[in-house]
């Protein structure tokens, strides 16, 4: 018989967020960001984190405004449609962070060469740019079948993938749909994963359909049920992106003091996930919930 | 013809990349103005064009109510296809894509784009966002189409650090570094468009929008531009062009006077 790996968020981020180590959060790109979790780790002062992911949107910069981390592994780090994010600008430019850069196709190369457990993978890509000067895991090769030039990506392992997804079961079994960017690459070549969910289903309704399964729930360490855990983001089936959130986020953290406050009020004094829905208020929610259905025809799995 | 009052700088750049687009084309989206290049294409000359999305979109129609990121929940209603990052640069990096669309913050006379270190990494002044998927657009599309503010800071020489690579050093650089194709076929400012010479890979001015003077344009490069002949000037956007971006950009987010992308 399974054993629930269900628990809280502090638990979860406590026993898999250790100091030092490796995170892969946010993996889906605007969709789908743990950032319920993501303040958890700034709430726990988890120190010296390496974040790893494509565009973080502004998770990354609120994780580096509250002092979680050491070094960035990513494509991009900025806030998707307002542009530069500003605890990351001071962060790189006064050299208090390190940087590996990557394009979103280098990194979902480590990832994939993480996940087949090999030492890398090869690109096209990259070839002429910089990378080279700002990412210690990319090289130069030489294809051993056709001489042609290559990229070598080297493979990265996270300690820890977080990821939010609709549904799971208490063992780790979840489904996840919509857009998917790097979720499995990231799940597969992590040690350890992290699921927050929506909700928290039966296992027959996950095993009802096993194409939408993330990752299988072995591989799984901890589940949390973290309704509207991936707010202001967008989850498919439950609730659209809060546009506003992001500029106002933009607006209020221009400057160390005013990240401060926004932390305040947005990660501090949130302990719990009823905190979080009752900081983001019954008219937000409303407004943000979704309004136009779209559901998918059945698929039979049966024999 | 409109006047200038009537339509924005954005909404005309916006016109101008849409035009970069034939029918039928597979198109890898990008955000703001390129998206709604894309969109507008779609909707009018190039119905058939296929847009992909790096998140793992790939859409055959256009979505059902606006949106601001690739990722708002109208940008997966009924998609072609929603699947995988690697998916997305699989069909990039076999060939697939014939023309992509990038942001930029400095640029050189071979359309090399910095969107990473101003000052360059080692004493880094600016730290701007990074790549993205704009590396591997400018490696593995067909071509690529710079999308970009034109001001003397960001129109240098030689950029800084090389982001997404252009032509580099010119004529040839693209294939003895290994790149298997492309490279830009335009630069959409906010002063002009522009192209590159089939031999040197310079960068070429090719029109002036109304209302801006070549001398403006060499007062706000840092290099010695060359001038096609003749010099035209760009197309302002058609009232019909106009009506299309205020649907996909209702509330004037990326295109309005004041916009995000005007100021």
Known sequence: MSVSKLTTLSEGIDRLVSDGSSVAIGMAQETLIPFFAGHEIIRRKKRNLTLIGPISDILFDQLIGGNCVEQICAGWVGNVITGSCYNFRRAVENKSLKMEDHSNLTLTMALFAGAMGVPFMPTRTALGSDLYQTNSGLKIMSCPFTGETLTAVSAIRPDTAIIHVQRSDPYGNAHIWGNLAIVKEACMASRNILITAEEIVDSEIISSDPNRVAVPGFKVSAVVHAPWGAYPSPVPGYYNRDHQAFIDYRNKSKTDTDFKKWQAIWVDSVPDSDAYMARIGIERMTALSITHHVVSASADFGY | ?263
């Open chain 2, 1 to 263: 013809m409109l006047p200038q009052s009537e339509y924005t700088l954005s909404q005309l750049m916006v016109a101008a990349a849409s035009r970069e687009i034939n029918d039928k084309e597979v198109v890898f989206v990008g955000m703001r103005l390129p998206m709604l290049g894309f969109l507008l294409a779609k909707s009018t000359h190039a119905t058939e064009s296929i847009g992909i999305y790096e998140l793992g979109v790939v859409r055959d129609r256009l979505s059902p109510e606006p949106v601001l990121t690739m990722g708002d929940l109208p940008n997966l209603t009924h998609a072609q296809w929603l699947a995988n990052t690697a998916d997305m640069m699989g069909l990039l990096q076999q060939g697939l894509v014939d023309v992509s669309f990038i942001g930029g913050a400095q640029v050189d006379r071979f359309g090399n784009l910095n969107t990473s270190y101003i000052g360059g990494y080692e004493s880094v002044k600016i730290r701007l966002p990074g790549s993205g998927g704009a590396c591997d657009l400018s490696c593995l599309a067909k071509r690529h189409i710079i999308i970009m503010s034109h001001e003397k800071r960001r129109f240098v020489e030689r950029v800084d650090y090389i982001t997404s690579p252009g032509y580099g050093e010119g004529f040839e650089w693209r294939t003895r570094t290994g790149l298997p194709r492309g490279g830009p076929s335009a630069v959409i400012t906010t002063l002009g468009v522009f192209r590159f010479d089939p031999q040197s890979k310079e960068m070429i001015l090719q029109s002036i929008h109304p209302g801006v003077t070549e001398e403006q344009v060499m007062a706000n490069t840092g290099w010695n531009l060359k001038t096609a002949s003749p010099l035209f000037q760009t197309p302002i956007p058609t009232e019909k062009e106009l009506a299309m971006i205020k649907k996909f950009d209702p509330s004037g987010y990326w295109t309005g006077p004041g916009s995000a992308t005007e100021s």
